[in-house]
């Protein structure tokens, strides 16, 4: 199985070269009028996907335009409607500092607590009227009442009837002490809190403000007026607003104040909400089952933050109609061009589906095949020099590859069996009787060692054995060669232990300890270290051996490298089995054969640094 694998692939490549070389033979034998003529039909309809394509890049940049004007715009919008609000505010602000006009009420204020029964109603009575005066000489057409409280929390006076709270819960209420923090400053409040009994009308906002002496700061009234919702319905009338645009007023807590349409926006949701900060900005967003653009921004004066809603449909209505028409047409000439595509490609396809499956199958290798040519255009030609490449190929194949692979299995099985195992056995159980009789433990165990080599070569048939077998084999070959170079050789192993089961090829260690002993060690001056080492890299094993001898030259390893190319590089295929013995090319080729390009081999070397081989492989059952 692993030479048929090694065969399809060195077929492979010279396929992929026939193929190119018999491709450009044709179309310069001037029979390619047929094949230009329908593959010039099909790239004209291609143009289709061109034109589909221009639309929707042009679609895609008038939206982005669209968008960024109506955003802009609906950002001037809303700071015009911010100014608006900001300059009804500030008159309305001037329309509460009426006190500051005559010191006869900020002495008033100051001696309030200090006044009899009798001037305490009297001032009551004189800031009451100052009021009503101011807003009766300058009407405010959403102003509903006012309230005069003092720091106490007890109520002044009042443009109507109206007292909803005790002295406690006006000290106690939010507008009360925001309006007390803002010192002078104007503080607009949202939707005015009741008991819950009172039946006037609710004001939509409040504006309060505290009327004091700067030299007592103790002593103060707080005029709070009440407005309805008219300012904001006016503003929500905005000509620059689409019909279904919507404006919201957001308090400086981002609480709703109002909000203009007959169904709500649902902006007061949280994470909606949480949106809106900074001093402007804009967003999308789904409200409901509709996608909103939402502009904001937020008063200087006020804190108030104005909104404005506009649907999506609203911005891009007209753009998606153009939108669905573009990918209509599409749609059509993709059907058009799929039809032609299929009447006119068919005829070029089919027989390239047919080479095409002819390859497969002598991927798998069945070099037996031939492709049936019944046309006379240029893929008919390629038929007929393919069926020709076919049989140079096989011929090839059987004459060379075939006999070089045979040759190298004749070889190898002759190195397993040299020497005669049961002569061999008797001789060393002979040499280890003698030496035992002597008293020579040296010929012992060299004897020993051997005899052990020679029946792990001679009695295990099997080719797959374990890593264990074979560092069993190398630890008798160390000791032999130790035995004969008087302990010149100094032995490692580094070896994970889950990998001392893990198979290999058998006699895949000893020709590269072998060959480290011989061409690196026995050169050297002193004592010279081999070592072993095998360590698991995902899928596969890292098989190392190293030796700090003598190393190999330059030009030396170079011809190593150039005899461990693929056959398919290489001038000649040569395995011999008396250059090097069994050595590195003996065991590149056989794990070259078995695991094709999942196998990766390295040989690096210094002039009297060392050498280091290694050998990465993926696990047998793969």
Known sequence: MMTNEKLTRSADRLQEIAIFGIVNASIKGGTVIRIRTVLLLSYFVVILLSITLVGTVSFYISSKTISERIESASMQVIRQIEN?????????????????NDSEYVDGINRYEDMSAQEKFQFRQNIGDLYLKSFNVTPIRDFIRFQIYYSNGELLSSSD?????????????????????K?????????????????????????????????????????????????????????NLSENSQIVFLDENNRLIYESGDHPSSLSEADKLGRVIGKEGKFWTTIGDQEMLVSYTRSEYSNWKAVIITPRVEIFGALDKIKTTVIF???????????????FGQRITKPILNLFKSVNRIKRGDFSIRVEVDRNDEIGLIGKNFNAMQDELQTLIETKYLNQIKLQEVELAMLYSQINPHFLYNTLDSIRSMSDYYKVPEISVMAQSLADMFRYNTKNRDEIVTLQEELVQIDAYIQIQS????DKIVYHQMIDEELYG?????????????????????????????TISAQREQARIRLTIKDDGVGISERRLNEIREKLKPPMQQAEVTFSAQENGIGITNVYSRYRIRFGDRFDFFIDSKKGIGTEITLIFPSFED
């Open 84 to 100: 608006n609000m900001d300059n009804d505010f500030h008159s309305k602000r001037n329309l509460l500092l009426a006190p500051y």
């Open 483 to 486: 035995i004969r170079f008087e």
């Open 502 to 530: 893990s198979p290999l090829l058998k006699m895949t260690l000893q020709p590269l300890v072998e060959n480290a002993v011989f061409h690196g060690i026995e050169r050297k001056r002193g004592k010279g270290n081999i």
């Open 183 to 239: 010192d002078g400053e104007v503080f607009f409040s949202g939707l005015i809190e009741t008991d819950g009994k009172d039946t006037s009308e609710v004001a939509s906002y409040s504006s309060s403000i505290m009327i004091r002496d700067f030299s007592n700061p103790d002593r103060f009234i707080i005029m709070r007026t009440e407005y309805r919702s008219s300012l904001f319905h006016s503003i929500g009338l905005n000509d």
């Open 329 to 343: 047409t599409a749609l059509i000439a993709f059907v058009i061009t799929f039809l032609i595509s299929v009447m």
């Open 161 to 181: 009837a109206r007292k909803p709270w005790t002295p406690a819960q006006v000290r106690n209420s939010e507008w009360f002490r925001s309006t007390v923090a």
